[in-house]
Nanobody, 126 residues
Framework: QVRVVESGGGLVQAGGSLKLSCTASGLAISNFAVGWFRQAPGKERECVAAITRSGDSTYSKDSVKGRFTISRDNAKNTVTLQMNGLKPEDTASYYC???????????????????WGQGTQVTVSS
């Protein structure tokens, strides 16, 4: 059984930092492209960052560029989203998703990902 698990969410003041981690059981996440998505109440789920299987190519949503960094350690079967300079508008549930892929570029549509975690809440207070 495949299980994708996020960790690291929480409550932080504006300007603070959080580090989200994504691991998986039942699959070697090193073989998968990974995306971090977020969804705030009443809004659509959006991709904030994505990384290819090799880690050679990444995507960051414009509003998080320079603040969020996605990286992976395939030896540890972990993908990390480092979030710095957090803003109240970053408040959302954050989801890790995995996609089996050997493509050279990351995908950003939720429909392209087949394995999802349960999400972790990130709340940024002003």
């Amino acid at each position: 059984q495949v299980r994708v698990v996020e960790s690291g969410g929480g409550l932080v003041q504006a300007g603070g930092s959080l580090k989200l981690s994504c691991t998986a059981s039942g699959l070697a996440i090193s073989n998968f492209a990974v995306g971090w998505f977020r969804q705030a109440p009443g809004k659509e789920r959006e991709c904030v960052a994505a990384i290819t299987r090799s880690g050679d190519s990444t995507y960051s949503k414009d509003s998080v560029k320079g603040r969020f960094t996605i990286s992976r350690d395939n030896a540890k079967n972990t993908v990390t989203l480092q979030m710095n300079g957090l803003k109240p508008e970053d408040t959302a549930s954050y989801y890790c998703a995995a996609r089996w892929s050997t493509e050279l570029g990351p995908r950003i549509s939720p429909n392209d990902y087949g394995y999802w975690g349960q999400g972790t809440q990130v709340t940024v207070s002003s």
